[in-house]
Every structure is written in structure tokens, then in C-alpha cells.
T-cell receptor
Framework: DSGVTQTPKHLITATGQRVTLRCSPRSGDLSVYWYQQSLDQGLQFLIHYYNGEERAKGNILERFSAQQFPDLHSELNLSSLELGDSALYFC?????????????FGSGTRLTVV | AQSVTQLDSQVPVFEEAPVELRCNYSSSVSVYLFWYVQYPNQGLQLLLKYLSGSTLVKGINGFEAEFNKSQTSFHLRKPSVHISDTAEYFCAVSVPSGYSTLTFGKGTMLLVSP
């Protein structure tokens, strides 16, 4: 157990629908990152939150949004889902990434859009 | 911006043989370098990292990596692999400032056979 909890582990939904992925970071970590992993694109950075505030955006579609709550858990919202959004979505947390602490990853949510 | 190139998408090797997984990076500033491992149906786990100092870094499970600034490389090595080392290995880079995020290579699948 890495200490980063992601729910649900699997999600199957239809095109056009909206889903919410949840992440609880490791205790003490203020930074939360979301990544999308697909066979063709590899690991793509989506968004970074630090202590409730958005700090960096990567290749995140406008249909996707995220937030980090006061208790530091984070949610990634995916709307108007398309078949191409099927992927593994990882959450990671870190205590002081600028000092080289690296990230601790959750086990991911596998999203299948049908 | 930083980028990472993992030259081999797949590396087949026999059990107890040595292995090297190659990683090259691009950056105009100094970097932190990481290797992560992903076992099937799991999240990413940190193997080792280079922040500064000695260019030879030792990690978990008998892996080590060598930072070569002139060749902008950070190759991962293990003198004798086991079946259980079969997994995907990711090289990643970040910069030691601000809210820098990890940029990953596309991964190398290490396939160990008896």
C-alpha cells in the first residue's frame, strides 16, 4: 500500500457521460498530481494542485476538470466522455517535489468508455 | 521544457543475465532524474533517483543507474535479473524549482524468461 488511495479501481461508462475519480494523497503530502496513461500516449501529465490551489496544467482537455479540497483529497471530473478517453488515470502525491522527493502513486482508476 | 527518450520499447532477457535499460533526457537546466517500475495492474513505484553528488545511484531490488551529464543519459542496470523483474520501467525528469512536474518517457517493457 503506497498510502495514496484512488477510487474506484474500475469504471465502465457510456459515451457522453460524466464521471468523477477520487484521490486521497499520502498523509502529509500537500501536492496532488493527475496523470493519464494510455498505450499510444504513455504517461501524460494532466494537472497539479498544491494545498487546494491549481499550480500547473498539462495536456488536460477542456472537458476535464479537477479540484483539491480542504482535507487535501482531490477529484478529477471527466465529462462528455469519448471512446478515446478510455485509459488508466493515476493520482500521485508529493511532499516537497522541488527538493527531489519524487511522487508516490496510487494504483489507478481504469476507465473504459463504451 | 524537459523531455525523456527511452530508446527501447521492449527488452527481452533471460533469467540471471545482466540488463541495461537506456534513458536519455533533454533539458537546458540541471535536473532531477528518476526511474519508476510498474508491475501489471499496479501503480508506479520509485526504484531510484539522482538529485546531485555521486553519479552512481543504487536503488531497490538490486537496480542501479548512472548519471552521465555529458551524454545526458541515466541508464538503469541490474547485474542479474529475476523472473519477478518483468515489468514496465519508466525514466522521468524534473527540475529543482517551483512547482516542477515529472515528465516521463514512454517506458521500456522488461521481459524476463527462464
Amino acid at each position: 500500500d503506497s498510502g495514496v488511495t484512488q477510487t474506484p479501481k474500475h469504471l465502465i461508462t457510456a459515451t457522453g457521460q460524466r464521471v468523477t475519480l477520487r484521490c486521497s494523497p499520502r498523509s502529509g503530502d500537500l501536492s496532488v498530481y493527475w496523470y493519464q496513461q494510455s498505450l499510444d500516449q504513455g504517461l501524460q501529465f494532466l494537472i497539479h494542485y498544491y494545498n487546494g490551489e491549481e499550480r500547473a496544467k498539462g495536456n488536460i482537455l477542456e472537458r476535464f476538470s479537477a479540484q483539491q479540497f480542504p482535507d487535501l483529497h482531490s477529484e478529477l471530473n471527466l465529462s462528455s466522455l469519448e471512446l478515446g478517453d478510455s485509459a488508466l488515470y493515476f493520482c500521485a502525491s508529493s511532499v516537497r517535489p522541488s527538493e527531489g522527493y519524487g511522487y508516490t502513486f496510487g494504483s489507478g482508476t481504469r476507465l473504459t468508455v463504451v | 521544457a524537459q523531455s525523456v527518450t527511452q530508446l527501447d520499447s521492449q527488452v527481452p532477457v533471460f533469467e540471471e543475465a545482466p540488463v541495461e535499460l537506456r534513458c536519455n533526457y533533454s533539458s537546458s537546466v540541471s535536473v532531477y532524474l528518476f526511474w519508476y517500475v510498474q508491475y501489471p495492474n499496479q501503480g508506479l513505484q520509485l526504484l531510484l533517483k539522482y538529485l546531485s553528488g555521486s553519479t552512481l545511484v543504487k536503488g531497490i531490488n538490486g537496480f542501479e543507474a548512472e548519471f552521465n551529464k555529458s551524454q545526458t543519459s541515466f541508464h538503469l542496470r541490474k547485474p542479474s535479473v529475476h523472473i519477478s523483474d518483468t515489468a514496465e520501467y519508466f525514466c522521468a525528469v524534473s527540475v529543482p524549482s517551483g512547482y516542477s512536474t515529472l515528465t516521463f518517457g514512454k517506458g521500456t517493457m522488461l521481459l524476463v524468461s527462464p
